[in-house]
Structure formats: structure tokens, C-alpha cells
């Protein structure tokens, strides 16, 4: 062969292979922009479900809201209207049960600012707890006084205006001027401002009906008396910053300090000056922080975040270190209850007695350090917000009687008198038995006045600690 022939059957080979390259590569190009198309089309259908699994959401949210406004106002229409105090019970439930409900839709719908929800949340909320205090207290055996029955006819007013707006609202979403998919379909400025300008104005003229919405006084948790409570136990004098440091100093009791900030006042319904001390600059991990009441003067609350090393003492000596320290510190006829042992530290909560009487609601909490006895937290909040000298009552019911009405599967094996806040913020007065049904610790709270129970707790005994619950 000869060098010319084979020479070109070289070319004829590499021509072949460069169209062959040509080839793949183009093919691979294809390749991969079908994947990407493909990628793409999946991305925005998953976009697109997201979007239609969103409006589906919003819209059962917002028609189950209507529904069980509308349901409140015609239970409440029934609850006016019954004359049998057991069927009263039953729609005050009700009222409760639908109240909470259309709450807790409600808050589901897309509304950038909360404000615009805050009359008809309160509204709801108010209207639910009301509707089971009274629902207990006609199931006590007690009928509607003249300005109960007032105020629920002032709440059904509210109620058919809520719903009267909500309607409303529906209609235009049910006819697409309000479409809330374009609320927060993607977060884009534009369509932030229609969430602010659009939806948040319809939902405030669906409040509007609440600009005159009365103060609600009654027996829960949500009462406006609840949210106005003011402390009992701090006196009336005004302090200046300097004196809260110098108690603040006082309260520590420590040889050295290096350093003492002062952080600011704050506090809601126990305004305090607060402080950090840094007892030593050296060791930067350790600081106390300390807050002052700005009416009496009174320490709140304290926190050392020192460093506690191995566990020595045990829960006897402990608390014998946190009523010590208390005693030191002006807290007389402190009785420990409950306590949790946790990083080698016991929390041990502390009551006030009056002539052998528990007070459980003026408490004080302190930590122990169990690797000295010292104390690296302290809270009074409860003690000064509702300690005050109390004039106690001797039991109406005697202690055999209230025995009487507690189960005969309850175990007792202790009875003390006792005064026990309830959610309201009343205090009752009662004979506090305790015992095990079950195999299990528990507390049952007879009223000392009425005979009626007012409250059962579980205690949890562990090697930690005993708490309630």
C-alpha cells in the first residue's frame, strides 16, 4: 500500500469522527435543554398546586368563620330565648365551642398586619370565655342575673353586625373582586400592597361594627378586669434610679463588684429599673441580673448565671437555703411546695400562710444552687401582685361535711385549709384534701364557704422533683 493511500484513508477516518463529535454534541445540547424544560414545567406546577393548595385553605378558613359566626348568632338567639336553665347551659357550651372556632379560622386567613383582626379576635375570645363561665354557673344551679342577660344581648348585636360584614365579604369573594391568591401569591412588593390596602380594609370595614365594643367583666381568664389587675403588694411610693441601684447592690450582698449597668425600665403591669452586675471583669461569664420596682422599690427578680459545678447538697438542705435566704430577706410565714431538681439547681416555689392558712397565690420562686446553697434566682412577681393582708373567714361547711363531697374512691391522706387563685383571679377560700385515687397523687379543692369543688390538681412525683399539674 502505497503512502498516498494510506493517507487518505486517514482523512476519510477523521472526517467521520469530527461529524460523529458534531453529532453527540448536539444531541447532548438537546438533551439537556429537555431535562431543563421538563424541570421547568415541574417547578410551576408544583408552584401552581402550592398556589391553589393556599386558596382552597384560605377559602374553607374564611367560610367556616362566616359559618360559625352565623352559628353563634343564632345560639345566642336561642340562649335568650330558652327558660330552662339546663338547655341555657348546653347553648352557652355552644356559644364556646363555635366562638373558639371561628377564632382560630380566622386567624388562619392571610392578614399581613394583625391589627386589622384585633376587635373581632378579642371579640371572640371574650365571647367564648364568657360563654363557659356562665354555662358553669347555670350548671352550679345559678340563673342569669338581670346585667348578664343585658350583656348578651349586646354581644348578639355585635354578633349580627360581625356577621352582616362577613357576609358581605364572602359575597365579594365568592364573585372574585377579592381573590386571595393575589394576596400572597408571591410576595412580590405589588401584591404585599394589596394584601396591606385591599384585604386588610375589607376586614377592618368587617370590624366596624366593633368601634363601641363595651368592657366585659366576668368570672375567666379573658375578662377585661383580668388584663387591668394591678399589683397589691408593692405600696404606693415612687423610687428614683438611684435608689434602685443601691437596693439592687443591697440585695446581692457581694464583697466585690466591678461594674453595674443600668439597662432601662420595662414591665407591664410592675414597671422596673433593671440592672446587670458584673461582680468581676475578669470573669466575663458571670453576671447578675436584676430588676427593681419603680413603685416601692421591692427587688422582682433576680438571675445569677454563674456557673453551678457538681451537685452536693440534697433537696432537704436546699430548702432550708432558699427559706433562709427569704427569711433574710423580709419573706416571713414561707411554707415550700412544690420543687424541680434540673443542671444542679433546685427551683422551689414558696407560699405565704396567715394563721396556718396556705395562700398559694402570693408565691416566690428561688433556685438553689446545689453545689453551695446559694441562691441564683429568685421571682416575686406573683407575691407582689397579689399579696396584702387578708381577712380569712372561718369554714361554713365543716371539714366532715366537705369530706362528704369528695369522691369515696379518694384516698385521703391530708386536709389543710388553703386560699386558691382561679383563672378569673378570684380567690377562694377551701379545704384542700390531699391523696391518691388510682395509684395516683392528687389535690382536690372543696370552697370552705359553699361546699362547692373548685378545683382538682395531679401532683407528679419523680426523682427530680414533685410538681402539680
Do not use: C
Request: glycine share 6%.
Amino acid at each position: 500500500m502505497s503512502v498516498l493511500s494510506i493517507l487518505g484513508k486517514y482523512k476519510e477516518l477523521r472526517d467521520r469522527l469530527k461529524d460523529v463529535r458534531l453529532w453527540s454534541i448536539m444531541a447532548v445540547s438537546v438533551a439537556i435543554m429537555i431535562i431543563i424544560a421538563l424541570w421547568g414545567v415541574n417547578q410551576y406546577k408544583g408552584k401552581a398546586n402550592f398556589h391553589n393548595y393556599l386558596t382552597n385553605m384560605w377559602h374553607r378558613s374564611f367560610f367556616d368563620t362566616v359559618s360559625y359566626v352565623q352559628n353563634i348568632q343564632s345560639i345566642l338567639s336561642k340562649a335568650e330565648l330558652s327558660s330552662d336553665r339546663t338547655e341555657k347551659a348546653i347553648l352557652f357550651s355552644e356559644v364556646w365551642r363555635n366562638s373558639f372556632a371561628a377564632q382560630e379560622n380566622l386567624n388562619q386567613l392571610p392578614i399581613e398586619s394583625n391589627v386589622a383582626l384585633e376587635r373581632t379576635s378579642k371579640y371572640l375570645t371574650q365571647l367564648g370565655d364568657l360563654s363557659f363561665s356562665l354555662s358553669k354557673q347555670l350548671m352550679n344551679g345559678k340563673d342569669l342575673t338581670a346585667s348578664q342577660l343585658k350583656i348578651i344581648k349586646k354581644l348578639k348585636q355585635y354578633a349580627d353586625k360581625l356577621s352582616d360584614n362577613l357576609n358581605d365579604l364572602s359575597i365579594e369573594i365568592s364573585q372574585g373582586k377579592l381573590k386571595w391568591g393575589e394576596v400572597r401569591k408571591v410576595g412580590t412588593s405589588r401584591f404585599r400592597k394589596i394584601s396591606q390596602n385591599v384585604t386588610s380594609a375589607r376586614m377592618l370595614a368587617a370590624e366596624s361594627g366593633f368601634k363601641d365594643y363595651p368592657t366585659l367583666i366576668y368570672d375567666g381568664p379573658f375578662s377585661d378586669h383580668v388584663a387591668r389587675q394591678k399589683p397589691k403588694g408593692l405600696g404606693t411610693k415612687t423610687i428614683s434610679r438611684d435608689n434602685a441601684k443601691k437596693i439592687a447592690l443591697d440585695f446581692v450582698n457581694l464583697k466585690k463588684v466591678d461594674t453595674i449597668n443600668y439597662m432601662g425600665v420595662s414591665g407591664d403591669k410592675i414597671k422596673t429599673y433593671n440592672f446587670e452586675i458584673i461582680p468581676n471583669k475578669n470573669i466575663k461569664t458571670r453576671t447578675i441580673d436584676i430588676a427593681v420596682t419603680v413603685i416601692g422599690g421591692k427587688v422582682l427578680w433576680m438571675i445569677d448565671n454563674r456557673d453551678v459545678a457538681a451537685a452536693k447538697l440534697g433537696i432537704v438542705n436546699a430548702k432550708k437555703s432558699g427559706y433562709n435566704f427569704l427569711k433574710e430577706k423580709g419573706f416571713t410565714n414561707m411554707q415550700d411546695t412544690y420543687y424541680l431538681k434540673q443542671d444542679n439547681t433546685a427551683l422551689i416555689n414558696y407560699i405565704y400562710t396567715q394563721n396556718g392558712v396556705k395562700i398559694y397565690p402570693d408565691m416566690v420562686k428561688v433556685r438553689v444552687a446545689l453545689d453551695n446553697g446559694q441562691i441564683v434566682s429568685f421571682d416575686a412577681t406573683p407575691y407582689y401582685m397579689s399579696h396584702t393582708k387578708r381577712t380569712i373567714p372561718k369554714p361554713a361547711i365543716s371539714e366532715s361535711k366537705a369530706r362528704s363531697m369528695i369522691s369515696r374512691n379518694f384516698d385521703i391522706q391530708s386536709t389543710s385549709l388553703s386560699i386558691i387563685p382561679l383563672p378569673s383571679g378570684r380567690e377562694v377560700f377551701t379545704y384542700e384534701f390531699m391523696g391518691k385515687f388510682d395509684g395516683k397523687y392528687f389535690i382536690d379543692y372543696i370552697n370552705a364557704l359553699t361546699g362547692k369543688e373548685e378545683n382538682i390538681i395531679q401532683i407528679i412525683k419523680d426523682p427530680n422533683g414533685i410538681l402539680s399539674m
